[in-house]
C-alpha cells in the first residue's frame, strides 16, 4: 500500500485498502474553527448529536484571531460556551493558525488522522499523517461519532531528483511544482514526494509545500517522515506512536521524475496561484503593500528569511508591510531572538498570531486597484481583498517591500521606487466640484411619516457599525434601523418622500456619515425631532 493507503487502513476495520473504496475512518482530532465553528454547534444542537470524545475534540480560533469584527465575535462566543458545557478546549485568539496548533502541542504525529473546517488542513501531509478539510454538517457528524467516511483516493509518486539552488526557497519549490502539474492535472489525488533534497528538508519548509496541495488540487502531498521530524513529535506528543511509511511494493498510478535542480525563484501572477512565472519576468512591478504569514509561510524559518532581508533596511515609502508569525509560540520566539525589533525598525506592522489576510478576518486585506505581495497560498479575486495579489516566498516578499517594487534579496536597489502623483488641472477640479445641475430641493415637503418614540437614537442604532465598510450610498438604506428594536423592517417598507419623527437627541453617538446616508439612500425627504414626544404617546 501508499502511505496514504496505509494510515487509512489503519483507522479502518480493513486490514488493506485500495483506490476507490469507501471507508470509514477513525478520526484522531476533530477540529473546528471560528470560521464554521457556529456552524458545527448549530449542526449538533438541531440534530440532537453529541461530542464523541472532548480530548479529542477542538476549537481553534484563527480566522479573526483579533477579535474585531462583530460577528467572528459572537460566532467564537457561541462556540466558548459550547465548550464550557461539553468539556471541549478552546484555542482562543491568542493562540494562532488551528493546523499549526496540532503540530506544536503534539495532537496530530505520523500516521495520525484530521479533520478540520479548514481546507488547508491537508498542511498535516508535512508529518506523514493525514488531514482534511471539511463542511460544517461533515465534522458536526464526526464530533459526534469520532469517525467520517472517505473515499480513498489514488496516489502519486514524485520523485525529486536532485537539489535546488541555493535562492530557491521552499515556497519556490511548491511554485514550481504548480507550474508542472497546474490546478488540475492532480486533482483528487494523493501525492507522495520522495527524493534526497526531500529526506533533508526542514518540518517548516515541508510545511510551505503541503499546504499549497490544495491550490494543486491535489487530497493531500505527504512527506515520508524523516528522523527530524520523527525526534520533533516525540517531543511534542505524550502519544506512542510508529512512523508510517509506504510499502517498497507500493502501487502508484503514476511515477513522475522532476529534476528539482532547475528549479527558480518564482511568483504567482494575480488571481490564479498555479499561473507562476520567473520573478525576473515581473521585476520592477510598483507594490503598494506587502504581507508575510498565513499557514503557507508564518513558521519561523519564514520569519528568520524575511528579518535576514529586513535589517539595517527600511519598508519603501508609502508602502505598507503587514508580519503575521503562524502561532503565539513563533511570535513569543521572533521576540526572543530580536525579530520583532527588526520588523519594527524596518516600519512594518506585526500583528498577532492567526491566517491573516487570507481569512479576510485580520491585517494582510487590501483595496480596489491595490497592488500586494504576499506570501499566501491562494490568490483568488477577492481573496485578501478586492486588489491584486502575487504570491511569492518571505525573502521575495521582504526585498519588495524594502524595494517599492518586486525584486528579489539580491537586487536591492540602494533608493527606492516611490510612487508617482499625477497632475491634476486645477481648472478640471473646479469642474468636478461644481454643484450646476444639481436638482433643486423643494421648500416644502409632504409624505407618510414614520413615528419613533424613543430618544437618544445613535448612529449605531441608526446604522452600525458592522456595514462601516461600505462607500455606495446606493447600497446603505437596507441597513438603515436594522438594529433599532421594533424597526427592524423600516428600510423595506419605507418608500421614497417619507418622513422620521423622533425624540430627542436623534443622531447622538458616533460622527458617522453613513447615518445620515443610508436615509438618502431611502429616499427619506426630512427628519423631525419632536420635543414634544409626551404628548404623542397616543399617536398611531
Request: proline share 4%.
Amino acid at each position: 500500500m501508499t502511505l496514504l493507503e496505509k494510515i487509512l487502513a489503519a483507522h479502518s476495520k480493513f486490514v488493506s485498502v485500495k483506490p476507490g473504496q469507501i471507508v470509514d475512518i477513525e478520526i484522531d482530532m476533530r477540529v473546528a474553527r471560528d470560521f464554521g465553528g457556529a456552524n458545527v454547534v448549530k449542526n449538533i444542537r438541531d440534530h440532537g448529536l453529541t461530542v464523541d470524545d472532548p480530548g479529542k475534540t477542538l476549537f481553534t480560533f484563527d480566522c479573526n484571531p483579533t477579535g474585531s469584527d462583530q460577528k467572528y465575535s459572537v460566532n467564537q462566543h457561541i462556540c466558548r460556551l459550547f465548550a464550557r458545557e461539553n468539556g471541549v478546549a478552546v484555542y482562543d485568539i491568542d493562540s494562532g493558525i488551528g493546523t499549526h496548533i496540532l503540530i506544536e502541542r503534539g495532537f496530530i504525529v505520523p500516521g495520525s488522522t484530521a479533520v478540520s473546517t479548514d481546507s488547508h488542513a491537508n498542511i498535516l501531509g508535512a508529518l506523514g499523517a493525514f488531514g482534511q478539510g471539511m463542511g460544517d454538517m461533515d465534522i458536526a457528524a464526526a464530533w459526534h461519532k469520532g469517525r467520517v467516511w472517505f473515499k480513498v483516493p489514488p496516489s502519486v509518486r514524485i520523485n525529486c531528483n536532485g537539489f535546488p539552488v541555493k535562492d530557491v526557497s521552499a515556497k519556490d519549490f511548491i511554485l514550481n511544482l504548480l507550474k508542472i502539474f497546474g490546478a488540475n492535472r492532480l486533482l483528487g489525488y494523493s501525492i507522495e514526494l520522495y527524493g534526497k533534497c526531500i529526506d533533508r528538508m526542514s518540518l517548516d519548509k515541508r510545511i510551505t509545500i503541503s499546504s499549497m496541495a490544495t491550490e494543486m488540487g491535489a487530497i493531500i502531498i505527504l512527506f515520508p517522515p524523516s528522523e527530524e521530524v520523527i525526534e520533533f513529535c516525540r517531543s511534542k506528543s505524550e502519544k506512542d506512536f510508529s512512523p508510517v511509511f509506504a510499502d517498497n511494493d507500493a502501487v502508484y498510478e503514476t511515477i513522475y521524475e522532476v529534476d528539482v535542480s532547475k528549479f527558480i525563484p518564482m511568483v504567482s501572477l494575480p488571481g490564479e496561484p498555479h499561473n507562476t512565472v520567473d520573478v525576473k519576468t515581473v521585476s520592477g512591478t510598483k507594490i503598494d503593500s506587502a504581507f508575510i504569514g498565513s499557514c503557507t509561510n508564518g513558521r519561523m524559518e519564514d520569519m528568520r528569511s524575511a528579518s535576514s532581508v529586513l535589517k539595517g533596511r527600511k519598508v519603501a515609502p508609502g508602502v505598507v508591510l503587514k508580519i503575521v508569525p503562524a502561532t503565539d509560540e513563533i511570535w513569543n520566539n521572533c521576540l526572543a531572538e530580536g525579530l520583532i525589533e527588526i520588523f519594527k525598525n524596518a516600519g512594518a506592522l506585526v500583528s498577532n498570531a492567526g491566517c491573516a489576510g487570507c481569512a479576510a478576518g485580520q491585517v494582510g486585506q487590501n483595496g480596489q486597484g491595490e497592488i500586494t505581495i504576499s506570501t499566501g497560498n491562494r490568490n483568488f479575486p477577492g481573496k485578501q481583498g478586492k486588489g491584486s495579489v502575487y504570491l511569492a516566498s518571505p525573502q521575495i516578499v521582504a526585498a519588495s517591500a524594502i524595494a517599492g517594487h518586486i525584486t528579489t534579496p539580491d537586487n536591492i536597489p540602494s533608493k527606492p521606487s516611490l510612487f508617482k502623483i499625477p497632475e491634476k488641472s486645477i481648472s478640471a477640479e473646479k469642474k468636478n466640484t461644481s454643484v450646476a445641475g444639481k436638482p433643486v430641493k423643494p421648500s416644502v415637503i409632504e409624505g407618510r411619516i414614520w413615528l419613533i418614540q424613543k430618544d437618544n437614537i445613535d448612529t449605531d442604532v441608526i446604522f452600525h457599525n458592522k456595514y462601516l465598510a461600505i462607500t455606495d450610498t446606493r447600497e446603505m438604506g437596507q441597513y438603515t434601523f436594522d438594529n433599532l428594536k421594533g424597526h427592524e423592517e423600516f428600510a423595506g417598507k419605507a418608500r421614497a418622500g417619507d418622513l422620521i419623527v423622533a425624540g430627542k437627541n436623534f443622531g447622538s453617538g458616533s460622527s458617522r456619515q453613513q447615518a445620515v446616508d443610508c436615509f438618502i439612500s431611502l429616499g427619506i425627504s426630512g427628519i423631525i425631532e419632536n420635543r414634544l414626544a409626551q404628548y404623542t404617546k397616543g399617536m398611531q
